[in-house]
């Protein structure tokens, strides 16, 4: 184990998407000047997708500064364009709650639609393409049950490997589902790096129920969606991450710390949360305390957590990273086991992530694989 590490600074966004950050949120004359810097040379069809998903809070400082602008109509448009599409997914997606309900199933809004009902309250500002929702571990297999039963198809349903439905429950921590016009990600463990039945107790203990419209959602503690944002965040572009982070700081100025800084270091994830909210630091100091920075960096880090939190921040396309990887989410799995119970569940562990319905396929896919992933390598 090691103390003092320090934490590296995540990869800065390009340098246009820093600039639509500080346009949308810095504070007084900065926030405008980068504002009005950068309209002259934005150019909306050629913008990447992380970007245009600040467009309508952009459009939103724009009209508060009574900034004019020939490109104000065109923002005007993607905010009302991310508004009704968001509608629609709320209306299929209260459908889903509503049948989880009805069965006595406890269902927690994360993600996306939680930060749109909790933080960000305009359904406007924050573009999605699905939505997320927790259930209790031991109700996720009833849950895509009901859910198939109204028209939610899993991405584990696989008629040629009946049992990969099943591992399914066992080596990840949601499903993909889909119909005709949306998608749904079910969850049944809140992060990837954290799997089993009791990993997510406290956070449905400190989970808080908030009203919207008509009706009332259960979404997770403030302090518990920052450190979601920061973790969920590690393998994206941070101009996806960083500004819900910011929303939900500024809407919590009596966040409890404290809470964050004992989750994170009970999940081994010091230096994931660390490296996240250094960055939120540095462009916007007023909103972290030093105090939890400090807490951090002294926080004990295993070896295991330095090397897995190297890899989250790859680019996750290389044939070997992906491998690295891959071991990162096993070992997670197979967290506090001996090594003869490892070696029992490793064989179950990569006939799901390859899809193979048998042990004795493995060796065959294996080499096939590998030969594959080094002829790239050389390539």
């Known amino acids: ?29 900065a926030g405008r000047d ?8 934005a150019e909306i069809d050629n913008m990447q997708f992380e970007s245009l998903r600040l467009m309508p809070q952009l459009y939103e400082r724009l009209r508060r500064e009574e900034i004019a602008d020939p490109l104000l109509p065109r923002l005007k ?21 509503a049948a989880l309900r009805q069965e006595g199933i406890d269902v927690m809004v994360i993600k996306g639609m939680a930060l749109v009902l909790g933080f960000y309250r305009d359904f406007s500002l924050r573009p999605m393409n699905d939505a997320d929702l927790l259930v209790p571990t031991h109700h996720a297999r009833r ?15 696989d008629p040629a490997n009946p049992r990969r439905s099943e591992w399914a429950f066992q080596h990840e921590h949601a499903a993909h589902l889909s119909d005709s016009l949306r998608g749904l990600d079910l969850h049944w463990n809140l992060l990837a790096c954290r799997i089993g039945p009791d990993a997510d107790q406290d956070f ?45 700081l500024r809407s919590t100025p009596n966040l409890d710390w404290r809470r964050l800084l004992m989750q994170a270091r009970k999940r081994n994830l010091t230096r994931m949360a660390g490296k996240a ?5 540095r462009d916007f100091s007023d909103l972290v305390p030093s105090q939890l920075m400090t807490e951090l960096r002294r926080s004990r880090v295993s070896i295991f957590e330095r090397y897995e ?37 490793l064989p179950e562990f990569l006939c799901f992530i390859w899809n193979v319905a048998s042990n004795r396929q493995l060796p065959a896919v294996f080499g096939h694989k590998a030969a594959k992933k080094i002829h790239n390598l050389f390539r």
Request: a positive charge; aromatic letters at 8%; hydrophobic letters at 45%.
């Open 77 to 97: 448009g993607l905010k009302k364009h991310a508004w009704s599409k968001n509608q629609l997914l709320f209306c299929r997606t209260s459908q889903a709650i």
């Open 143 to 157: 849950a895509i049950e009901i859910l198939s039963h109204h028209g939610w198809t899993s991405e584990f349903e």
């Open 309 to 345: 939190c190297r890899q989250l921040a790859m680019p996750g396309i290389r044939s070997f990273e992906c491998w690295l990887k891959t071991l990162c989410k096993f070992l997670r799995l197979s967290r506090g086991m001996n090594p003869y119970a490892r070696l029992e569940l």
């Open 204 to 248: 449905w203990a400190a989970s808080v129920e908030i009203g919207f419209g008509n009706q009332r959602f259960r979404i997770l503690n403030p302090a518990d969606q920052l450190l979601h944002i920061c973790v969920h965040g590690a393998d994206l572009a941070p101009i996806r991450w960083i500004p819900d982070a910011l929303v939900v």
């Open 1 to 29: 184990m090691e103390t003092g590490v320090n934490i590296e600074p995540r990869k800065s966004p390009l340098e246009e998407q820093q600039l639509i950050l500080r346009a949308v949120f810095q504070p007084g004359s």
């Open 34 to 41: 980068a504002a009005i810097a950068w309209l002259p040379h």
């Open 277 to 281: 909210l250094q960055q939120v630091q």
